[in-house]
């Protein structure tokens, strides 16, 4: 069955860090362009990081110097490393994969297929 599963999600506390991971099955994630995103209650889906698959990679503004995206070819899992979280950076987080030839970031109508979405909430 080909899907991405993410996971890693959780409670922090503000400067805390977390790193989501988001794993493939069914296929292989080296050839795909693959984008981290997030989505509070009440606002529309963010762009946070994505990487090619060439490893060039992109932050949204929000989050560059915090966030690392990076690639584990033996594990065919995407991760993103979050350092210095802050509340504002409570949403649900999806990985989500486009072509090979998708650059980042990702325009939306290249966007092929979702996770399930994990929990990041960062509070004291």
């Known amino acids: 069955q080909v899907q991405l599963v993410e996971s890693g999600g959780g409670l922090v506390q503000p400067g805390g860090s977390l790193r989501p991971s988001c794993a493939a099955s069914?296929?292989?994630?080296?050839?795909?362009?693959i984008g981290w995103f997030r989505q509070a209650p009440g606002k529309e889906r963010e762009g946070v990081s994505c990487?090619?698959?060439?490893?060039?990679?992109y932050y949204a503004d929000s989050v560059t110097g915090r966030f690392t995206i990076s690639r584990d070819y033996a594990d065919n899992t995407v991760y993103l490393q979050m350092n210095s979280l802050k509340p504002q950076d409570t949403a649900v987080y999806y990985c989500?994969?486009?072509?090979?030839?998708?650059?980042?970031?990702?325009?939306?109508?290249?966007?092929?297929?979702w996770g399930q979405g994990t929990l990041v909430t960062v509070s004291s």
């Open positions: 989500a994969s486009a072509p090979v030839w998708a650059r980042c970031p990702i325009d939306d109508a290249d966007l092929e297929l």
């Open positions: 069914g296929f292989t994630l080296d050839d795909y362009t």
């Open positions: 990487i090619t698959s060439s490893d060039s990679t």
